[in-house]
């Protein structure tokens, strides 16, 4: 998903991030005043990169065998406390 890709996008309220997505890009989901819930199927987190989502409103949900990985991965742990196991 590439940068900015969907920045200032207020219709979003939720996203389903499938498992072939290996990377995040900077502000792809920023500013989206409206999206509360992140589903992130990879079981590897993907390279993520600066601003990749706003977090002050949100939880990312991931396989919960991964909760621990996205939660010290590269740019991921700016967001371990939105982040929460899921059992897709």
């Given at each position: 998903?590439?940068?900015?890709?969907?920045?200032?996008?207020?219709?979003?309220?939720?996203?389903?991030?499938?498992?072939?997505?290996?990377?995040?890009?900077?502000?792809?989901?920023?500013?989206?005043?409206?999206?509360?819930?992140?589903?992130?199927?990879?079981?590897?987190?993907?390279?993520?990169y600066?601003?990749?989502?706003?977090?002050?409103?949100?939880?990312?949900?991931?396989?919960?065998?991964?909760?621990?990985?996205?939660?010290?991965?590269?740019y991921?742990?700016?967001?371990?406390?939105?982040?929460?196991?899921?059992?897709?």
């Amino acid at each position: 998903i590439g940068g900015c890709a969907f920045e200032c996008c207020s219709s979003l309220t939720r996203v389903t991030i499938p498992d072939g997505v290996t990377t995040i890009g900077s502000y792809a989901f920023a500013y989206c005043s409206n999206l509360t819930s992140i589903y992130c199927k990879p079981i590897i987190p993907p390279t993520g990169y600066w601003g990749m989502f706003d977090y002050d409103f949100i939880k990312i949900y991931v396989p919960t065998e991964s909760v621990e990985a996205y939660k010290s991965a590269s740019y991921w742990v700016d967001y371990a406390s939105a982040i929460v196991g899921y059992d897709f």
